[in-house]
Structure formats: structure tokens, C-alpha cells
């Protein structure tokens, strides 16, 4: 997986940006709701995040196996996500509050999904990062994985900034 470049001294985020995070991302974008997509750890760096399984979302109902859609749908949040957290560490010098309004224009401009095999088990976990966070354009990598931690997918995408 390629590292980052965004953050050369460790950052941490103040628990108040990390709760803000997580109600846009859990609560207020509501198709994250559908999907079930749940954030287990926000860094600059990396973020990851879990769908469980169930019903609404199987894609192939003879295996059980998890719509393509859904990978897709939670690789791009996920790497939206991402490029909320490398903008908010590249402006620690403002109250959380005032980065968290930083992300009116966050857009996915590009995403390419490669999957790479058949999505079956009871969760998914999912993370990305961001490769390169220009004044305008970001560039992500991100990763699906099963419950046995076998890669599912991968993707990357870029997304407008400003």
C-alpha cells in the first residue's frame, strides 16, 4: 500500500474534529446509513471503517455474496473520508470546528474499483488514504477487505478539493 506524504510530524486529532467526522460521515451523509458503513479509526494518515453484512445488500443470492455496488459505495466514502482528515491535519492550526467546515466542495471527480474476489462473510472492513492532497485535487488508495482479512477489492480516485 503506498504511504503517505501528507504528514511529516504526527498529528492527532482533537476528540471534538474526530466526533465531527463521524456525524457527517455516520449520520448526516445518509446513504452511509443504507450501506451500514461504520468508521472504526480516523488518522491523518489512514482511516478504516466496517459494513456487516445483511440482507439489503447481497448481490448474488445464491452465494450470499455482497453487491459490487456496495464495495464500491464504501471504498469512495471511505476515501472521502480520508481526504476530510488529511485537509483537517493540514489546517491544525484552526478550532475543529472551523476545519470541519473545509468540506462543502469535497467531490469525487475519478474512482476505479478493481475486485478481485467474491465478497462472502458476515462484516467487511475498509480503509483508505490519501496518496497526494493538492491545493485542488486529491489522489486515494484504498482497500476492501474480508472478515479473514483477504483482500476483496482495491481502488483508487481522485477527488476536487477546492
Known amino acids: 500500500?503506498?504511504?503517505?506524504?501528507?504528514?511529516?510530524?504526527?498529528?492527532?486529532?482533537?476528540?471534538?474534529?474526530?466526533?465531527?467526522?463521524?456525524?457527517i460521515f455516520e449520520e448526516m451523509v445518509v446513504f452511509n446509513q443504507v450501506i451500514g458503513l461504520k468508521i472504526s479509526s480516523i488518522t491523518p494518515a489512514r482511516v478504516e471503517g466496517r459494513i456487516a453484512m445483511k440482507p439489503e445488500l447481497i448481490g448474488h443470492f445464491s452465494f450470499n455474496r455482497l453487491h459490487g455496488g456496495v464495495i464500491s459505495a464504501a471504498l469512495d466514502?471511505?476515501?472521502?473520508?480520508?481526504?476530510?482528515?488529511?485537509i483537517g491535519a493540514r489546517h491544525m492550526d484552526e478550532a475543529p470546528m472551523q476545519r470541519l467546515h473545509r468540506f462543502g466542495k469535497?467531490?469525487?471527480?475519478?474512482?476505479?474499483?478493481d475486485?478481485?474476489?467474491?465478497?462472502?462473510?458476515?462484516?467487511?472492513?475498509?480503509?483508505?488514504s490519501?496518496?497526494?492532497?493538492?491545493?485542488?485535487v486529491a489522489s486515494t488508495h484504498m482497500e476492501f477487505f474480508g472478515a479473514d482479512r483477504k483482500l476483496l477489492a482495491t481502488g483508487a480516485a481522485a477527488y476536487i478539493v477546492s
Not at 8 to 19: D, N
Not at 115 to 128: C, E, K
Open 77 to 86: 466514502a471511505m476515501a472521502g473520508l480520508a481526504v476530510m482528515a488529511a
Open 106 to 113: 469535497l467531490s469525487t471527480i475519478d474512482l476505479r474499483v
Open 1 to 23: 500500500m503506498p504511504k503517505s506524504s501528507l504528514i511529516e510530524v504526527p498529528v492527532e486529532f482533537e476528540p471534538e474534529f474526530v466526533r465531527g467526522l463521524r456525524k
Open 130 to 136: 490519501v496518496v497526494r492532497l493538492g491545493s485542488r
Open 115 to 128: 475486485y478481485l474476489r467474491p465478497a462472502i462473510g458476515g462484516h467487511f472492513d475498509v480503509s483508505a
